[in-house]
C-alpha cells in the first residue's frame, strides 16, 4: 500500500480538544511544519528499527516521523484522546501502529503488538499540565521500554520535563523552535548503554 503522507488534516478538530482537554493537549495549535521537521531530524529517527510517538495529536509529527525512518523501521504512536485518535486513521502506511490508550502502559502496548524496545521515543505529551505523578510514571514507563543507547525526545513549551525527568536520565540537551506557535523547546537524553548486536 503506498503511503498517504501529505499534509495532517485536523487543524480545526485540534482546536476543538484543546477546548474541550486544554490540559491534555497543552497547546492551542498543532506543531508546525518547522518543528515537525526539525523533531523528525532527530538522527536517532532515521536509524531506528523501532520509533515510538506518544501524544501524536492530529498527525503531523507523526507523518514527518515516517518520512525520515527507514523503509523497514516500525512506528507505534500512542494516543490518549479518542477524537485526535481517529484522525491517525488517515495515515496509510504499513510501518504504522495506532493505539489508542495511555502512555504509562508503554511496555505492555509494546507486548500487545509483539515489538522490542524502540530505538527513539518522541513525545509531545504537555508534561507542564499533566499531574507531576502521572508525568513521572510516563517517564519511568519510557525509561524501562527504551532500549540502551536509545533516545528519549520531548518538545514541549515549558522546563518542566526536564525538572521530573533529571533524576532518571539526567540533564536534558535542548534546542529552541521559535517558528512554532507557541515557540517550543526540543529537550533530548540517551539511555546509557549500547545497542545488543544481533
Not at 511496555?107 to 524502540?118: C, I, V
Request: no cysteine; proline share 9%.
Amino acid at each position: 500500500m503506498k503511503p498517504t503522507l501529505d499534509a495532517a488534516p485536523g487543524r480545526w478538530e485540534f482546536f476543538q480538544q484543546f477546548l474541550r482537554h486544554p490540559l491534555q493537549l497543552g497547546s492551542i495549535t498543532p506543531s508546525s511544519r518547522f518543528l515537525e521537521q526539525r523533531i523528525a531530524a532527530h538522527p536517532s529517527v532515521g536509524t531506528a528499527s523501532l520509533v515510538v510517538e506518544l501524544g501524536p495529536g492530529n498527525g503531523g509529527t507523526t507523518r514527518a516521523l515516517l518520512r525520515a525512518m527507514a523503509p523497514e523501521a516500525r512506528l507505534l504512536s500512542i494516543e490518549l484522546n479518542p477524537d485526535l485518535f481517529a484522525l491517525l486513521h488517515h495515515i496509510g502506511d504499513h510501518r504504522f501502529i495506532a493505539h489508542h490508550g495511555d502512555a504509562r502502559r508503554l511496555r505492555e502496548t509494546l507486548a500487545h503488538y509483539d515489538l522490542g524496545a524502540p530505538q527513539a521515543v518522541i513525545s509531545g505529551i504537555p508534561f507542564s499540565t499533566v499531574a507531576p505523578a502521572v508525568g513521572r510514571e510516563i517517564l519511568d514507563a519510557i525509561a524501562a521500554a527504551l532500549a540502551p543507547g536509545g533516545h528519549f525526545v520531548a518538545y514541549q513549551v515549558s522546563g518542566r520535563v526536564a525538572e521530573l525527568a533529571r533524576p532518571i536520565f539526567g540533564e536534558a540537551e535542548v534546542d529552541m523552535e521559535p517558528l512554532n506557535i507557541p515557540p517550543m523547546r526540543i529537550f533530548r537524553w540517551s539511555k546509557p548503554g549500547t545497542e545488543p548486536r544481533h
